[in-house]
T-cell receptor, first 110, second 113 residues
Framework: GIQVEQSPPDLILQEGANSTLRCNFS?????LQWFHQNPWGQLINLFY???GTKQNGRLSATTVATERYSLLYISSSQTTDSGVYFC????????????FGSGTRLLVRP | DTEVTQTPKHLVMGMTNKKSLKCEQH?????MYWYKQKAKKPPELMFV???????INESVPSRFSPECPNSSLLNLHLHALQPEDSALYLC????????????FGEGSRLTVL
């Protein structure tokens, strides 16, 4: 099956810093989403981005499908950005099977 | 309204108990999902219902029994669970014709004693 690798596994930032999270995947994809899991466990949609670039406030994401990677940019980080960021992908021909990477655990210090 | 509601939020059960987890969405979505998440691990897909039919069962043990009574509701019936089944159980939904964007509930945290 498709492999999804996220880096870095852990990241500590000072409030106000910028960061880039990476997701590499091993096969062509129909679907790629970025989620933020808050300390209470809820998975919150950040982006649905199988290709291209999107921005939402301080967050933006880019997926280069031909090179099999996606990037999540966080600018001017805040303590509320802390949590785990997951990339999830669905390979072509595998409807409804969204597979999660191992995540990047982010801690933003005040 | 982009909300998926799961009940109960927390559940403690013994290995001989029978319990159920419930999930509800009113977004008109026709695909619904159960994921299991152990501590410090990513969510793992268990079951998918598409248009009220079971589409995917990821070789889940029969002590977990899913049910989709209608397009808005998804249940997970639990029976004779093991302590290693303790986890966060996440329900999600999506539009239906294809996977599209998944929306997750807050999860049900299950402890098996």
């Amino acid at each position: 099956g498709i492999q999804v690798e996220q880096s870095p596994p852990d990241l500590i930032l000072q409030e106000g810093a910028n960061s880039t999270l990476r997701c590499n995947f091993s096969d062509s994809v129909n679907n790629l989403q970025w989620f933020h899991q808050n300390p209470w466990g809820q998975l919150i949609n950040l982006f649905y981005i199988p290709s291209g670039t999107k921005q939402n406030g301080r967050l933006s994401a880019t997926t280069v499908a031909t090179e099999r990677y996606s990037l999540l940019y966080i600018s001017s980080s805040q303590t509320t950005d802390s949590g785990v960021y997951f990339c999830a992908v669905e390979s072509q021909g595998s409807s409804y099977k969204l597979i999660f990477g191992s995540g990047t655990r982010l801690l933003v210090r005040p | 309204d982009t909300e998926v509601t799961q009940t109960p939020k927390h559940l403690v059960m013994g290995m001989t108990n029978k319990k159920s987890l419930k999930c509800e969405q009113h977004m008109g979505h026709r695909a619904m999902y159960w994921y299991k998440q152990k501590a410090k691990k990513p969510p793992e897909l268990m079951f998918v219902y598409s248009y009220e039919k079971l589409s995917i069962n990821e070789s889940v043990p029969s002590r977990f029994s899913p049910e989709c009574p209608n397009s808005s509701l998804l249940n997970l019936h639990l029976h004779a669970l093991q302590p290693e089944d303790s986890a966060l159980y996440l329900c999600a939904s999506s539009l239906g014709q294809y996977t599209g964007e998944l929306f997750f509930g807050e999860g049900s945290r299950l402890t098996v004693l």
